[in-house]
């Protein structure tokens, strides 16, 4: 029975997905796509629509939801759901900031919503959470989440490319987006961690309210001493929930060879899950490109084609949704031209060197103040394995110091 | 609503999954548990039968076949799919050696079957091969599918312990099996790689098909060369699929440090999956274990609770299900006393050495002479990584013999 498809977008995840569903099965071509810009060169053998509302006038079975507009993208897919239809999204920050309400609009009208590509593109984790995962405790869940600052990170570490030279080969390479800030800040994992908080842990956070600490401010200082370490810095997002409640945050972090995240590299993402039964386990895949998203995509619709939609398993209806996090310390490397700035967030102190006009200190920070850390611009910190001593540090510190002397 | 749930077997995996479900839900323990021994010690508070026929008799809507005896699996298998009955096993020699059968009568009796505690214990591969790869073209499934050797191989390159001592080790830990000859000798993982293939291709090989080589031959000059090239050596089972048709072998394989499996240690598994759209995936996680392959067992029956069946969506039921593997030879690491048995096996030729009163050599060996090499005792192969030049073999061997000299 052919189905009708209506889509919206047809940016890199939705050429991606229509380049599969032509290859795979006819009756998976979009009857109706929807996009934005007249002036926008396209394929001249596809025809393209100006007008929303022609998807729902011809009373779609799927909406496929994939383009950036957050606002557009909150009609269109509210609408959907209010008519009861099965819709695939691949909008994070959309889900990020509505999954409440679009939980609430499945449950009343009856629609599903689907978006594996929302969180780690081509790594199926929400699937995973919502079938293998459902009734086992989740005690934590780690991932690499964002493919663009990944990439910059394997070029700096892997090819000695500087920040900003690693940045333009990413944007070259199609794996930034144009304003790369929410790459690099860490707000684009804040957004993906935050949807899979719900799925992990059955609570929304919200993306504003996760310590987002990004690479940007990452220096050659920190750089230089992760190398001589022979660590690796992987911008890593982290949840866990004991019997106190959730944490979570996103830190730039050191990490050995033994971690899996240290062979996660280029435009790849990763996400470790440990849970009481099943334990340990860590999912790597392409974390951008528009045929590992766009697959993403065509995996929800074959999904949900089976019957499959998320149950909201760890979810308990009777109580709010909502949570707020935990304020735990986190063992950090901070670095900062002001030694009053270190003193206003550091805590358990270990170390505290001075190095070419730096302060470079060790010791625990508080998550709620990743954020107004990141934003002030003279301050870098990053999370440290529990086996790094302060003394094996001071002496990374001094031996790459030595080493630039050299140069 | 209540469903009454039928259990063979009481060992590792079925412990672990009363454990579970006494946990989580009632509903999910057993009504029937169904054992052989009268005389084994079992726990005093659970009611248990010795006779399979009370599971039958109790029209249950689930079947667990956790027992390791492959005829009796098989008539109780049989008898609940004849039934419709939903069934999960973890019988890896059974499914592997009746597969084609047991997708027969799911057909014809309405009936499911769901084992991903076969495959790889914990790791959701098989799910995710019915589900996120459904419609994609797999090209290549590898994996380190056995725990047991895995764990043998980690204490011998990270503890430096001798083959037979890290074999005992790993039997007093519980991950080998009481004969450990399966383990060792790639048999429990042709087993496993038998029934993956007929998730990732559709096709049916049969484990007595596969080309098998095991760890059990493993000599310490090959352990030294790894060691002396800064690389390991892990059991990989590998299947690849292209037009000419499907290539499939266990064979020990040196591994650098930038393969995902070079940090696969202990008693995890871990399987690369390589696709057309969604490209290069790897899932890790634990291989052996109470809990994590009860957990898998119980993740199966909650699947199914939710609709979930496998579609075996690659199969085409027009064609037969079976198919010959192609024949195609692997680069290897060749040791022997005798260089006429090397000279039978051994073509395109890049490397010839005599040390101590080994012969070894560098070139490629037909899959087809694995099984009879493995059974002759007297010779070892080792793939080697593409860019490992034989140069560098030979270096490694004439330092690894100076390292030995020294000692």
Same mark, same amino acid.
């Given at each position: ?9 047809? $940016? ?19 009857? +109706? !796509? ?46 959907? *759901? ?27 009208? $009856?629609?599903? *919503?689907?978006?594996?590509? @929302? ?7 929400? +699937? ?11 005690? &934590? ?24 030279? &690693? ?5 070259? /390479? ?11 800040? %860490? ?5 993906? =961690? ?13 993306? &504003? ?9 990452? %220096?050659?200082?920190?750089? &230089? ?11 890593? @997002? ?24 240290? %062979? ?21 895949? /392409? ?5 590992? +998203?766009?697959? @993403? ?9 089976? $019957? ?12 709010? =949704? ?33 190095? #070419? $006009?730096?302060?470079? @200190? ?18 870098? !910190? !990053? ?7 302060? #003394?094996? !540090? ?14």
């Amino acid at each position: 029975m052919t189905k009708r498809i209506g889509l919206f977008g047809f $940016g890199v995840v939705g050429q991606g997905y229509y380049q599969i569903a032509k290859k795979q099965k006819e009756q998976w071509i979009p009857d +109706t !796509i929807v996009v934005k810009n007249k002036f926008k060169r396209r394929p001249s053998d596809i025809k393209f629509s100006y007008n929303p509302q022609e998807v729902f006038d011809k009373n779609p079975d799927y909406v496929l939801e994939l383009i950036s507009n957050t606002e557009e993208a909150y009609q269109y897919v509210t609408e959907a *759901l209010k008519r009861g239809i099965t819709v695939i999204s691949a909008n994070k920050k959309l889900l990020s900031a509505h999954l409440p309400e679009l939980i609430q609009l499945q449950r009343v009208f $009856g629609g599903k *919503l689907l978006y594996e590509a @929302a969180a780690a593109a081509g790594i199926p984790v929400i +699937t995973n959470l919502e079938t293998h995962f459902e009734e086992d405790n989740i005690v &934590a869940l780690e991932g690499v989440l964002n493919g663009s600052s990944n990439y910059i990170l394997s070029r700096i570490f892997n090819n000695g490319l500087s920040f900003s030279d &690693a940045l333009r080969l990413a944007q070259q /390479k199609g794996f930034a987006e144009d304003d790369p800030k929410f790459d690099i800040n %860490g707000s684009d994992v804040a957004s993906k =961690l935050n949807i899979l908080c719900l799925h992990a842990f059955g609570k929304f956070i919200g993306e &504003a309210h996760i310590p987002t600490f990004g690479i940007q401010h990452l %220096g050659e200082e920190e750089i &230089a001493l992760a190398k001589s370490l022979g660590l690796k810095i992987k911008l890593i @997002a982290k949840a866990e929930k004991d019997y106190r409640g959730i944490s979570a945050f996103i830190i730039p972090t050191l990490v050995a060879e033994y971690n899996p995240f240290h %062979g996660v590299e280029n435009e790849y993402n990763a996400v470790k899950i440990t849970s009481e039964h099943l334990q340990e386990q860590f999912y790597q895949g /392409k974390g951008a490109g528009s045929l590992p +998203t766009g697959a @993403a995509v065509y995996g929800d619709l074959i999904k949900a084609k089976n $019957g499959f939609g998320y149950n909201y398993s760890k979810v308990n209806f009777d109580k709010p =949704l909502e949570e707020k996090l935990l304020n735990l310390g986190v063992r950090v490397l901070i670095k900062s031209k002001s030694e009053s700035q270190i003193e206003s967030v550091l805590f358990s102190p270990e170390l505290n060197q001075h190095i #070419d $006009g730096y302060h470079f @200190a060790v010791g625990k920070v508080k998550p709620k103040n990743f954020n107004r850390l990141n934003e002030s611009g003279e301050v870098s !910190i !990053i999370a440290l394995p529990d086996d790094l001593s302060a #003394d094996q !540090i001071s002496e990374g510190l001094n031996c790459a110091q030595n080493a630039e002397e050299m140069v």
